[in-house]
Structure formats: structure tokens, C-alpha cells
């Protein structure tokens, strides 16, 4: 099976709307899924210093962003979808939420103390898994739940829009 990884299904949504604010969301986070990329190819030869550097950026990324977008969309997105297919729908996607959420936890751990080529491995391997995992996650969520947003009833779908535009702010730009 060839997923899309990095890419959004094709869809147009009109501006302004849950699905642009979604959409938009998930291509800054794609942004700061090259950097993961681009750490693990490039740890093999950073120093000490820039290695830890660049591995904080991404952990702060990951903490900062990805994680409470995580925790955003389970508390206004998934209660949505789940009213559409019913109770339990979107269990799958939590489940990915508690699998990057580990993943970050070991890569915290991954790169305490010094950074030698087993530690370098090791979060070459996390960095590349959780880039993979998160850019799967995007994708299944663009091209199963996106579409069903327009047949939430209006007042649902007026209450959505300000749930995430709310956090969106919060975070400071679409993350």
C-alpha cells in the first residue's frame, strides 16, 4: 500500500472554514515533520552541541505543538466525529495520540546524557518513526474525517470551528 505521506488528499475547502483550519494546521505541522527527518539524517555528523540543539527544537515541537494539538483534537474533533459514526469512532486515532506521546517520552529519555553512536542511533530511529506515524496519522485523519465535517448540523459545526480556531490562537499560528 502506497500511502501519501507528507501530502494531503486533494480536497478543496472553502476558506475560513473547520476544514481549512485543519488543513492549515496539519501543513505547519508537516513543516516541523522534515525537521525530524532532516535531524536523523544529519545526526550521524553533528557535534555535540548542534545535535542537542537541534534535538531541543524538536522536542520542544513536539511538546509544545504536537502534543496539545493532539490533545485538542480529542477534546473537539473526535467528540464530533464520534457523533457522526457513533460512540467509539475515532478510538483508533487516540490510540496513534498514546503511541506518539510514548514515542516523544523515549526520545526525551533517548538524548539525556551524552550522545554517543548508540544514543545517535536510537533517536534516529524514534525521530524517523514518529515522523511516519504522525504523517500516517494526518492523512487518515484528511481523508476519512475531513469529508464527514459538512454533515455536522450547523450549530455543531459553528461550535467546532470556534473549538479550533480558539486553539489555533492559543497556540500562537495554526498548530
Known amino acids: 500500500m502506497t500511502t501519501p505521506v507528507g501530502t494531503a488528499p486533494a480536497v478543496t475547502v472553502p476558506l475560513g472554514s473547520v476544514e481549512q483550519l485543519i488543513e492549515d494546521e496539519h501543513t505547519a505541522i508537516r513543516g516541523h515533520l522534515s525537521h525530524l527527518r532532516g535531524l536523523a539524517r544529519d545526526l550521524p555528523t553533528l557535534d555535540e552541541i548542534t ?5 531541543g527544537a524538536v522536542l520542544d515541537f513536539l511538546s509544545g505543538g504536537l502534543l496539545p494539538h493532539a490533545a485538542a483534537e ?3 474533533l ?14 483508533t486515532m487516540t490510540l496513534d495520540h498514546e503511541a506518539i506521546s510514548s514515542l516523544v517520552t ?3 529519555t533517548a538524548v539525556r546524557g551524552h550522545l554517543g ?4 542511533a536510537e533517536t534516529q530511529r524514534l525521530l524517523l518513526v514518529l515522523e511516519g506515524l504522525v504523517s500516517t496519522h494526518l492523512w487518515k485523519e484528511e481523508a476519512a474525517y475531513v469529508p464527514l465535517l459538512a454533515q455536522l448540523d450547523p450549530a455543531a459545526y459553528t461550535a ?6 480558539a486553539h489555533a490562537g492559543d497556540q500562537g499560528h495554526a498548530h
Open 51 to 55: 545535535a542537542r540543539q537541534r534535538v
Open 117 to 120: 553512536p548508540e544514543q545517535r
Open 106 to 108: 523515549e526520545l526525551d
Open 74 to 76: 480529542e477534546a473537539v
Open 160 to 165: 467546532l470551528h470556534a473549538s479550533i480556531a
Open 78 to 91: 473526535y467528540p464530533a466525529i464520534d457523533g457522526l459514526l457513533g460512540t467509539g469512532a475515532t478510538n
